[in-house]
Nanobody, 124 residues
Framework: QVQLVGSGGGLVQTGGSLRLSCTASGRTFSSRAMAWFRQAPGKEREFVATINWNGGSTYYADSVKGRFTISRDNAQNTVQLQMNSLKHEDTAVYYC?????????????????WGQGTQVTVSS
C-alpha cells in the first residue's frame, strides 16, 4: 500500500512560480516511478511529468517542457514539481501518482496509487 499526500498548490499570477510536493508512505516508494498529472474543469486528465525510480530519467509533456522540473528524494519519500513561468492554461488540479513499475509512463492507466489532488490557479 502507498498513500500519497500532495501539497503546495495555490493562487499565483501569470509568470510566477509554485512548487508542488507529494509525500508517500510505504516501503516501496524508492522502487516506483512517479508522475504528476493535471485535470482542468471539463477536460480529461493530462500527463505533466514523470521520473523513474532513482531520478535518473525524466520526461515531460511538451506543454510544460522547459518550465517545469520534476525531482524526487527517496530518503524523504517525496517527489516535487517545480513550476516556473506559469501560464493561465496551467490552471488545474494537480495529482501525483505512483507506478508499479520503476520506469515512468505518460499513460495514467499505468499508475496504481494517486494523491488527493492540489489546486493550482494562475490568474491572468
Amino acid at each position: 500500500q502507498v498513500q500519497l499526500v500532495g501539497s503546495g498548490g495555490g493562487l499565483v499570477q501569470t509568470g510566477g512560480s509554485l512548487r508542488l510536493s507529494c509525500t508517500a508512505s510505504g516501503r516501496t516508494f524508492s522502487s516506483r516511478a512517479m508522475a504528476w498529472f493535471r485535470q482542468a474543469p471539463g477536460k480529461e486528465r493530462e500527463f505533466v511529468a514523470t521520473i523513474n525510480w532513482n531520478g535518473g530519467s525524466t520526461y515531460y509533456a511538451d506543454s510544460v517542457k522547459g518550465r517545469f522540473t520534476i525531482s524526487r528524494d527517496n530518503a524523504q519519500n517525496t517527489v516535487q514539481l517545480q513550476m516556473n513561468s506559469l501560464k493561465h492554461e496551467d490552471t488545474a488540479v494537480y495529482y501525483c501518482a505512483a507506478s508499479p513499475s520503476s520506469s515512468g509512463s505518460r499513460y495514467y492507466t499505468l499508475y496504481d496509487y494517486w494523491g488527493q489532488g492540489t489546486q493550482v490557479t494562475v490568474s491572468s
